[in-house]
């Protein structure tokens, strides 16, 4: 009688202990340039988009003064600029405009919220350019975050005018923007982390020369 033998099979599947840690290792790894590239990622969409928006920002106000500007001195009924009064009145700390836009009826209106009388400014210390209309209205804001706003006055001959005397001169405007973003940004070493954006304009309003 033949005896019978039982043999014990042995499971090789499982994973030991050095290759889950291993496996473990490789995956951390992965995950941690998925996450490095997801944050790098994020951070450059940021950066484009307040990029984006200080262009836009800037771009709106100097689209708005470039027309407003070109209608300076405007006078259908030819009796609203007696002598004296200019459609571009030379300041050094403001740029005012009139016209007489609104009604066409001989006259500028300077009262609050008139378009015929338009003031831009500065405030560089909230770093904003404001729009009044008006001369005793309320300067409201019209582009944020800008660094600074400069503008010269120039006769027909190219000569910059210089004082509120010789505004009756003054054929040529010329307004330089700069502007910063909103929030710095820590990958962007130059100025402090902001990204800066410049623009200019030359603005001949062809009534000055009536």
Known sequence: MSKSSTKTLKCSSAFTLIELLVSMTISLAVLAAVAKTFTV????????????????????????????????????????????????????????????????????????????????????????????????????????????????YYDGNGAAVTSAGNSGSIRKITITIAARTAKPDPGYTSNGGYRTYQVSADITPPNLAL
Do not use: C, W
């Open 41 to 152: 990622q994020t951070r450059q969409n940021g950066a484009e988009e307040q990029m984006a928006q200080m262009q836009q920002n800037v771009r709106g106000a100097l689209d708005l003064m470039v027309r407003e500007i070109q209608m300076a001195k405007y006078d259908p009924a030819g009796t609203a600029f007696p002598a004296g009064t200019y459609g571009v009145t030379y300041g050094a700390s403001q740029l005012e405009v009139k016209s007489d836009v609104a009604d066409g009826n001989g006259t500028i209106s300077t009262a609050t919220g008139s378009v015929e009388d338009i003031i831009y400014a500065f405030d560089s210390t909230n770093l904003y350019i404001t729009r009044k209309l008006g001369s005793s209205g309320t300067a409201d804001i019209l582009a944020d975050n800008v660094t600074s706003f400069t503008f010269a």
